[in-house]
Structure formats: C-alpha cells, structure tokens
C-alpha cells in the first residue's frame, strides 16, 4: 500500500507524468484496438469466441522477427504478417472452424483453445521459450526534461494500426463483403433468403481477422516482445474490451482498447509491472460481473 501512495504522489507531484503515462497507453491500446476489432468481427458475425486470438498475434510477432533475423527490415513485417496469416486462417476455417460454427459455445470454445495449444507448442518447439524482439533502428524522442519519452517504434505502430483499423472500416462500410458480412452479423437467414453466400462471407471473415491479428502482432514484436505462451495474455486482453465494448459495437471496440492501454500503463506505474497481468484478470472478472447485473436487471424488468 505504501508503494502505491508512494507512486500516487509522484503522479501528483509531477503531472507530466501523468501526460507521459497517457501517450503511451494510447500508442499501446491502438494494437490492442486493432486485433480486438478483428475479434469482434468472429464473435459477432461467426458466434465463434476464438480463444487462439493471442496465439495469432504471437505467430505475427515470430514472423516479424523471423524476417529481421534474416536481414529484412522488420517493418515489412506487418504486410508480410497479414498476408501469411490470412492463408493461415483460411486453412484453419476449412479444417476446423467450419466445422464447429453451427455446433454449441462448449464446441467452439474447445476447438480454439486446442488450436492456440497447437500454436503454443509449435512456436516453443521451432524457436524456443526465450522472450523475443525486432528492432527497427527508430530514433526516441524525448520532452520535458526526459520525463516524457515517445518512440518512434511506437508511435510507427500507432500510425500503421489506424490506418489498417480505418481501411478495414472503409472496407466494411462500402464494399459488396463488408455489406455481406453486416447484413450476415444482423440475421443470417434474411442474408441467405437475399442470395448471400454465408458459408463465402464466413471464410472471409476469419480469414480478416487472422489477418488482423497477424498484423497487430509485427506490431507487438516492434513495440514490446514475442514468446511462445504469452498469447493468452493478449486473448483476455481482448474478450476484455470486446466485452466491455459491447457485442456489435465496433467503434466501441476501438475506444475500449485505447482504455485498455491507458488503464495498463497506469495502473502498471502504481501496482509495478508485475502486477499488470493481474490488472487485466481482475478488470475481465469486473467486466463480467458488471455484464452479468445488467442481464439480470433487465431479466426482472420484462417479468
């Protein structure tokens, strides 16, 4: 408790770290937003809760720094990271995805999370344990005295998780698939009865969001680092702000996952780095909690 008066006195004493602290989880909740946006897409249009969304962003991440390692500039990365990982989602929805979207939670829950164990090993088995990084050569800035500290590698993320985040927007709202793939999330049947090809914007849609989360994960391996199991992390990371965000609200989704960061970065300077895992358990619990009074409130309501 004194650690954390101690550190609340700081952020009291010097407001500019208070700045500093917000700037970077927004750099950092723009990631979070990115690969969340994808989930969203999955639980809203598929009623899939894919537990394997970590272990996505962490193949990304190993194929960011498996292409630095190689002397290619890691930054070519994200693209290459979104185009492996859509073949790779499309693999995956023609041989286990689709078999389990008509089947009950349990049966899809299970199938994802036997996926992200297969990822976990595999990734443990090529490339080892080891906590891993690509490096970019970007410069860091710095405010304020040194108090204030921007990277470049960060805010290079920011910059490439809006745009991707902005044209996957622009795709849903005006192209032919993003209006397939709504009108698919609102009623399945009424988009099969218009001549929708569900099975088509299905596939689809995973296959995007694997993609996304590929992406999403160059991006974690410039900014912070890559290890075979810290995929589960990142997956309650984002069945956190999806949750909180709301099923179907995808600009809600984006706005929690900059909250995500910035509540990282805070309540990681006053609790320690440590204890940031715990954080993102305990805000899941919260979350939960708070979802399940609003359900049974509105239960009473109609009775």
Same mark, same amino acid.
Do not use: C, E, R, S
């Given at each position: 408790m004194q650690h954390i008066i101690g550190n609340m006195t700081i952020l009291g004493a010097a407001p500019v770290l208070n700045l500093g602290l917000l700037i970077d989880g927004l750099l950092i909740g723009s990631i979070f %937003? *990115? %690969?969340?946006?994808? *989930?969203? @897409? &999955?639980?809203? &249009?598929?009623? &899939?809760?894919? *537990?394997?969304?970590?272990?996505?962003?962490?193949? !990304?991440?190993? $194929?960011?720094?498996s292409l !630095?390692?190689? !002397? $290619?500039?890691? @930054?070519? !990365?994200v693209g290459a990271a979104f185009v492996i990982l859509w073949c790779f989602g499309w693999v995956l929805y023609r041989t286990v995805i689709s078999k389990v979207i008509t089947r009950d939670l349990f049966t899809s829950l299970l199938a994802t999370f036997g996926i992200a164990i297969v990822i976990q090993q595999t990734l443990n088995l090529a490339v080892g344990p080891d906590t891993q990084s690509a490096h970019s050569s970007l410069p860091i800035w710095q405010f304020a005295g040194g108090l204030i500290s921007v990277s470049g590698t960060r805010l290079l993320g920011f910059v490439l998780a809006i745009l991707l985040a902005l044209a996957v927007v622009l795709f849903m709202r005006n192209s032919r698939m993003g209006q397939a793939i709504r009108a698919t999330a609102q009623d399945v049947r009424a988009a099969r009865v218009v001549g929708i090809d569900t099975e088509k914007v299905y596939a689809f849609t995973f296959c995007l969001n694997a993609a996304i989360c590929g992406a999403a994960g160059a *991006?974690? %391996? @410039?900014?912070?680092?890559?290890q075979p199991f810290l995929g589960t992390t990142y997956s309650i990371r984002l069945f956190v702000i999806v949750t909180a965000a709301g099923f179907g609200n995808l600009p809600g989704v984006i706005a929690a996952g900059f909250g995500m960061g910035v509540f990282e970065q805070f309540g990681g300077f006053l609790l320690g780095a440590e204890f940031q895992q715990a @954080? $993102? &358990?305990?805000?899941?619990l919260g979350v939960l909690g708070y979802r399940q009074l609003q359900y049974m409130r509105v239960r009473q309501a109609v009775q």
């Open positions: %937003a *990115l %690969a969340a946006y994808g *989930l969203a @897409l &999955v639980w809203g &249009v598929m009623n &899939v809760k894919n *537990l394997a969304q970590g272990d996505f962003i962490m193949l !990304g991440g190993y $194929i960011t720094w !630095g390692n190689h !002397g $290619i500039n890691p @930054l070519f !990365g *991006l974690v %391996a @410039l900014v912070w680092n890559v @954080l $993102i &358990v305990i805000l899941l």
